[in-house]
Nanobody, 119 residues
Framework: QVQLVESGGGLVQAGDSLKLSCAASGRTDRLYAMGWFRQAPGKEREFVAGIMWIGTYTSYTDSVKGRFTISKDNAKRTLYLQMNNLKLEDTAMYYC????????????WGQGTHVTVSS
């Protein structure tokens, strides 16, 4: 199993940038992919971005395409989410998660890091 710890959240203004990190420990050698999710107050958790652990294939939800970039450093076992041109609607708790195959859902959730975007 892999353990995940997110960091980098904070309070920013609309239009600002923020970079989230997710440090992985434990069995990362069997990872298939990692992803970022978010949950805004009163809303369900939603997928934000994902990246293959081996390789560079990425995917994004439409609302963040062109603004957010997911990346990873396999040697450091760290996942990142660069968020640019932040909008009020990006305010949420952000979680990273791991996936062990294409047939298994994301899991091993971290504790989350909160992002608040103010006007």
């Amino acid at each position: 199993q892999v353990q995940l710890v997110e960091s980098g959240g904070g309070l920013v203004q609309a239009g600002d940038s923020l970079k989230l990190s997710c440090a992985a420990s434990g069995r990362t050698d069997r990872l298939y992919a990692m992803g970022w999710f978010r949950q805004a107050p009163g809303k369900e958790r939603e997928f934000v971005a994902g990246i293959m652990w081996i390789g560079t294939y990425t995917s994004y939800t439409d609302s963040v395409k062109g603004r957010f970039t997911i990346s990873k450093d396999n040697a450091k076992r760290t996942l990142y989410l660069q968020m640019n041109n932040l909008k009020l609607e990006d305010t949420a708790m952000y979680y990273c998660a791991a996936r062990y195959s294409s047939n298994t859902p994301y899991g091993n959730w971290g504790q989350g890091t909160h992002v608040t975007v103010s006007s």
